[in-house]
């Protein structure tokens, strides 16, 4: 019979193959089975589905999502934890051979033997943003999933305008995917117990806003008005839009190659955009008008 790992084998796996947690890793292990099998619950996980999961540990929510999904394929970039990932399988009942590892850093990966169609992980704090997007971005065959992040993560991957933590992350995830809130996790059920409170994100992907260049001409926009977020979007889009291919005006010309003002204003302006509002007010569709304007 197969069975999840307890708190008590997973510290002593952790000593067998001499891994100490590092807060550089983001190596939060955890340690509780209810809290894998809610977490594999809410991500939907159904027994045809191939789950992606990115840095799996000692194999908590591994063994969780092998209990439903038909494979598992788990990127870990720990030598260690890698190569006793499918020991533990194995020792634990299931099939070794559902389990498929790939030892790398998941920032790294763009590609899988076998399509994945569900993601889920406990990612740590400063790659989660990046590794999300990076996952929408490369496998669309993932049509939804779960990630566990710390909750300050969680509340900008979900905000809404006009908030003070919607931003980048909250817009830009909104290409490929709807987002929302699934709930919060003790910091109990973790080893070792962080200092930190984490949630649950879950998220649905739809298709995609546009095409790839449509894409990162938006996001260059979204990184812009948000670097400078309490600047109007005329003064933070400046610097996108150079006099070398807009007009000045003629009455305040600007210098070659440096921002035009003017131009940004006049083309946001024509997006339909108010110029004078901030980035935090606005929408990803209002960020992609404002990019079609700048491609034409």
């Not at 300050?152 to 919607?166: F, H, I, M, Q, S």
């Not at 001409?217 to 807009?246: C, G, H, P, V, W």
């Not at 946001?268 to 304007?293: C, Q, S, W």
Request: a neutral charge; aromatic letters at 6%.
């Amino acid at each position: 019979m197969a069975t999840l790992l307890g708190a008590a084998e997973i510290r002593e796996i952790a000593a067998r193959i001499g891994v100490n947690p590092t807060k550089k890793l983001g190596q939060n292990f955890v340690v509780d089975a209810n809290t894998c099998r809610r977490i594999v619950k809410i991500a939907d996980v159904q027994p045809n589905d191939v789950a992606l999961e990115i840095g799996p540990g000692l194999g908590s929510l591994t063994l969780a999502m092998l209990e439903i999904a038909s494979k598992v394929i788990a990127i870990e970039i720990d030598d260690r934890l890698a190569a006793q990932l499918p020991i533990t399988v194995a020792d634990h009942g299931f099939i070794p051979e559902n389990l498929l590892v790939i030892n790398e850093d998941a920032m790294t990966t763009v590609s899988v033997p076998i399509s994945p169609t569900v993601l889920v992980a406990n990612l740590p704090y400063n790659i989660s943003v990046p590794v999300l997007l990076h996952f929408l971005e490369k496998f669309p065959t993932i049509r939804s999933g779960v990630v566990m992040v710390q909750s300050e993560v969680a509340d900008r991957l979900v905000a809404k305008p006009g908030t003070k933590n919607y931003g980048s992350p909250s817009v830009k995830a909104t290409w490929w995917a709807d987002l929302t809130s699934a709930g919060t996790v003790a910091r109990s059920i973790f080893w070792p117990v962080p200092n930190v409170d984490s949630s649950l994100v879950r998220f649905i992907r739809h298709e995609p806003a546009g095409d790839e260049e449509l894409r990162k001409l938006t996001f260059s926009i979204i990184d812009a008005a948000f670097a400078q977020r309490r600047k109007m979007l005329r003064s933070a889009l400046s610097e996108l839009f150079k006099s070398a291919n807009y007009p000045n005006d003629p009455n305040q010309p600007n210098k070659p190659n440096q921002p035009n003002q003017n131009s940004a204003e006049a083309s946001i302006a024509m997006a339909g955009v108010d110029p004078t509002i901030r980035g935090e007010a606005l929408l990803l569709n209002d960020f992609m008008k404002i990019a079609n304007t700048l491609a034409t």
